[in-house]
């Protein structure tokens, strides 16, 4: 799996947030203490074939999911 990117930060009410954007599939491993995770899923767009197919739009979906029940990376 590639981790594209990583940021941890606090916000102000002192909750610990961590965001990692991945490039490719694999497996994640909580961080200790987690207890959702919002993730968004995008699709790129089919490519068209001109003049007859149109091609097809990308899709997009972002759901929080509990994680509780996860084993963590400690």
């Known amino acids: 799996m590639t981790i594209n990117t990583?940021?941890?930060?606090t916000t102000p009410t002192g909750i610990q947030q961590y965001e990692?954007?991945?490039?490719t599939s694999g497996t994640?491993?909580?961080?200790?203490?987690?207890?959702?995770?919002e993730v968004t899923c995008i699709g790129g767009g089919g490519?068209?074939?001109a003049p007859y197919y149109p091609g097809a739009g990308g899709g997009?979906?972002?759901r929080?999911?509990?994680v509780s029940?996860?084993?963590t990376n400690n």
Do not use: E, H, R
């Not at 994640?28 to 995770?37: E, N, Y």
């Open 6 to 9: 990583t940021k941890v930060f």
């Open 20 to 23: 990692q954007v991945f490039l």
């Open 28 to 37: 994640w491993v909580k961080p200790a203490g987690v207890k959702t995770a």
């Open 47 to 49: 490519g068209a074939y």
């Open 60 to 62: 997009y979906i972002k």
């Open 64 to 66: 929080i999911v509990n």
């Open 69 to 71: 029940s996860l084993p």
